[in-house]
């Protein structure tokens, strides 16, 4: 009996490191998602309060060409028909969306960990991994980059909601794409290798206009269809002389000018022209009007060399956030917002062509307050401004390293041709300090300015390396720690063959007693 009870202890024993994997898979689980919190707080600060979304825990899996399901409140559905496709009894839940995965810690003390890759959505628990709905999507890390977790939260936004190939501004409110929303979706995508994603919808478009809002005939909308041909073919492609035709009955003046959001942008309308035009290599004939216009700095891209100084800035929008991000990318500032939740973080509210009950399949007060979340031109506006910022961080430090050499060259001319009792501003050499003044005090000014800003482009660089480098110190921990939970299973199932030899052993010598 002894021998008998030892056995049983060894079988305990060896059930001690499953558990023990599981809590430091949701140990895991957890402290990515404080990572995450962290950074959202960085990536949010200096853009004013972060707007109130609805306090609704979910999250949506589907990248890409695959099928789209709602996590919310312990179920998983269907997120088209709100059916729900599987249930847990939870205990616990972990959100943790630049991971692609929710941890369920059930009632049973089950770990479930729903998560989704390059490759599938997947559900594991007990041991064993299912793909719930295959398809490639690309998912690039960001790594290295300023805003990594915030931009790998944007980009998904984006993926969940193209359905059926086709980019949508947000699936549960809207049926049909919108040809601006898609072309700035597709922007997003063209830095990231999704283009694919959406490549048989552009080469199927066979009109000029999407008349998505309230049927409108749209002049930015030519512009647009151009860009997203030139994405995926040339100028055979059949929606090109449609586009061209509708640009010349739309031209006026210098530029092209219509209604677009039920009102007039010309400048925003004809460098949306200019623009798809070029991306095709096709003859531009327009030039975009010196006049004022709200839209003007939406387009933050591409051919600006009219602009008009003074333009209108969105500084805040709430309803319409895309315009603030679109608006700030163009003037510098940190004008868009991002929500209070950890996921989504982007929105659109009181659209007037969004059907708003689709939302019910998320919370009533999505539909009670005329909300959607995501929203596609949002996280597009988002994604490229914090990409394009975390970009110019690499590049700044170069530039700098550049004009500092510049001016200590001009200082050190300029003292070698005093002491030859030379006038410093003589010659060609002296170019960089003339343009910015003629007197040594000015090339003083220069380089004790140049100095200042590498010297605080060097303190956020050395606190960025920090936080990565706690980050990859963290990373390392958590590889030991498996590692170390590793050993204890292998150990753990030396002993289960152990005690399973014992009691094998017990069994054949009451046998031959018998």
């Known amino acids: 009996m002894r021998r008998i009870g030892a ?16 809590a430091e898979r949701w140990r895991e689980f957890t402290e990515a998602r404080a990572d995450y919190r962290a950074a959202l707080d960085r990536t949010r600060a200096g853009r004013g309060t972060p707007y109130a979304l609805p306090a609704v825990d979910f999250f949506l899996f589907g990248m890409g060409g695959r099928d789209k399901s709602v996590y919310a409140g312990g179920r998983r559905l269907d997120a088209r028909t709100g059916a729900v496709l599987r249930a847990w009894d939870v205990a616990e839940e972990l959100i943790v969306p630049p991971a692609y995965a929710v941890a369920i810690k059930t009632k049973a003390g089950q770990l479930v960990v729903i998560s989704e890759d390059e490759a599938a959505v997947w559900v594991e628990a007990d041991g064993k991994r299912e793909a719930l709905t295959k398809g490639v999507v690309k998912l690039p890390d960001f790594a290295g980059r300023k805003h990594r ?14 359905v059926g190939g086709r980019p949508v501004p947000n699936a549960f409110v809207y049926a049909t794409p919108w040809y601006r929303d898609g072309a700035m979706m597709a922007m997003a995508f063209e830095t990231t290798g999704n283009l694919p994603l959406v ?32 994405l995926v073919s040339d100028k055979t492609h059949p929606v090109v002389p449609l586009a061209l035709k509708e640009l010349t009955r739309l031209a006026k003046g210098t530029g092209v000018e219509g209604r677009s959001d039920f009102a007039s942008h010309p400048v925003y309308q004809t460098r949306w022209a200019k623009f798809g ?7 531009d004939p327009y030039t975009a009007p010196k006049v004022r216009d709200t839209y003007a700095t939406l387009f933050w891209w591409g051919d600006r060399a009219d602009e008009v100084p003074g333009q209108p800035v969105f500084a805040r929008e709430d309803k319409y ?74 590049r700044g430090r170069g530039r700098l390293v550049l004009r500092l050499t510049a001016a200590a060259r001009t200082i050190s001319l300029g003292t070698k041709r005093e002491a030859a009792g030379r006038p410093a501003g003589v010659g060609a050499s002296y170019e960089f300090d003339k343009a910015e003044g003629d007197s040594m005090g000015d090339a003083d000014a220069q380089i004790i300015r140049l100095l200042t800003e590498m010297r605080d482009a060097q303190r956020e660089e050395l606190a960025y390396r920090r936080a990565v480098l706690s980050e990859s110190l963290d990373l390392s921990r958590r590889a030991v720690r498996m590692q170390r939970v590793g050993l204890q299973m292998v150990g753990g199932m030396v002993l289960l063959g152990l005690a399973a030899a014992g009691i094998v052993a017990i069994g054949a010598r009451v046998l031959s007693r018998v």
């Open 199 to 230: 490549k048989e919808w552009i080469l199927g478009l066979r009109e000029p206009f999407d008349r998505c809002n309230a049927g409108e005939a749209e002049a930015d909308n030519p512009g647009q269809v151009l860009y997203l041909a030139s």
């Open 321 to 394: 956030p895309y315009l603030a991000w679109a608006s700030g990318h163009s003037a510098g500032t940190k004008a868009g917002k991002l929500g209070d939740r950890n996921y989504p973080l982007t929105w659109e509210a009181e659209a007037s062509q969004a059907k708003y009950d689709g939302m019910a399949r998320i919370g009533p007060e999505y539909v009670k307050r005329r909300l959607c979340a995501p929203h596609t031109w949002h996280a597009a506006e988002a994604f490229l401004a914090l990409r394009e910022e975390a970009e110019q961080r690499r």
């Open 149 to 162: 977790l915030v931009l790998r939260v944007l980009h998904q936004e984006l993926l969940v909601n193209v």
């Open 7 to 22: 056995a049983l202890a060894f079988l305990v024993a060896a059930a001690g490191p499953a558990a023990a994997g599981d």
């Open 277 to 283: 035009l070029k991306s095709l290599g096709l003859p």
